[in-house]
């Protein structure tokens, strides 16, 4: 039993490994009136929103490929002139004709190892994959004050594409990871009591296992609107942190549906239409995390790097647990602390 516990001690610490490299400072405008009203910033912060995932649960094999979708609303940026902080913040109930920044993902990955504790948790890591949907869209939206909603999953897609990325990691390169707590009385309702009312009543009848992760991803600009990013090039290379996916959701609504631009039926089992809509909460079965299709609360970042982020090879995290196993065996037959 202890050496599990070591193994899963040693795969998380291999997970915060990957640390990006320091972000550099590019100019934004928000009222996409090019250098006119432009601002420097060196970090997108997103609202809290959802990462939708075909095909990955709690005790999915290594080996396995899977499709990640995250969506969310454009919160604020990190500035360099600290005036421009919340300059451009979402505002729930602003008028039409605000600019509202949305972004939407689809990012082809695979399971690189499932350390299992029968009863206890399910430790994944990730790895860049190699097919799949591959794309990272920044919209802005301009009729329909708000952007985004996460309950119904609608119009994070509705808007005009101002950049364009694709996933830029080498198949096989170590992504994140996430640690689900599978014992059965850890099974709590999707959307905790200090979620969003409409929310818990919705999906009262969806459970899930609880848990935690965490990932880095690399991305290089495909296209991108000089009156919204001047003097930002093709080519040009990001990393996105999904710092903190949360299970049960906490903050947010969890998605009925995912990139779509219109939605009709009940939220727990919608008929999504539009865009690459698909059914969010509605395919995750009744326990999320346990059937074939899972969501999570997530909270977004990106930050644009030259060069772009370095992590370690799949191998060298491998080595580094095994030392920590081997550092722990030593320190237990010294008896030392």
């Not at 008929?271 to 609360?297: H, P, Y």
């Not at 995290?317 to 550092?327: Q, Y």
Request: hydrophobic content about 40%.
């Amino acid at each position: 039993m202890f050496k599990k516990y070591v193994t899963v001690a040693g795969l998380m610490l291999a997970l915060a490994w990957a640390v990006p490299a320091g972000a550099t400072d590019i100019v934004f405008s928000p009222g996409g009136t090019g250098t006119t009203g432009a601002i420097t910033i060196d970090q997108f912060l997103y609202a809290t929103g959802n990462l939708y995932v075909q095909g990955l649960s709690a005790n999915t094999p290594a080996g396995t490929s899977f499709e990640s979708y995250y969506q969310a609303n454009l919160a604020t940026a990190s500035c360099a002139d600290p005036s421009c902080i919340g300059f451009y913040a979402q505002n729930p109930s602003g008028p039409a004709g605000t600019n509202y920044f949305t972004v939407a993902a689809q990012i082809p990955e695979a399971v690189s190892g499932n350390i299992a504790v029968p009863g206890v948790s399910d430790a994944l890591s990730f790895q860049a994959g190699t097919a799949g949907p591959n794309s990272f869209t920044i919209y802005v939206e301009t009729t329909q004050g708000g952007g985004g909603d996460n309950l119904t999953g609608v119009c994070f897609v509705c808007g005009t594409p101002v950049l364009t990325a694709v996933e830029d990691d080498a198949p096989g390169t170590f992504l994140g990871g996430f640690t689900a707590a599978t014992a059965l009385a850890t099974v709590v309702p999707l959307q905790s009591p200090t979620s969003p009312a409409d929310g818990q009543t919705a999906y009262a009848s969806v459970k899930t296992v609880t848990g935690t992760g965490s990932e880095n991803l690399n991305f290089k600009v495909t296209s991108v609107d000089s009156a919204y990013f001047p003097g930002l090039v093709v080519g040009s290379t990001f990393f996105t942190t999904l710092a903190s996916e949360n299970l049960p959701f906490a903050t947010t609504d969890a998605s009925a549906c995912i990139q779509s631009t219109a939605q009709s039926g009940t939220l727990a089992s919608a008929v999504c239409t539009g865009g690459a809509a698909i059914v969010g909460v509605g395919s995750v079965g009744a326990i999320n995390g346990l059937g074939s299709n899972s969501i999570v609360e997530a909270h977004g970042s990106s930050s644009f790097v030259a060069p772009a982020s370095v992590v370690p090879e799949p191998a060298t995290l491998t080595l580094l647990g095994f030392g920590l196993l081997a550092g722990a065996r030593r320190r237990m037959k010294s008896g030392k602390k």
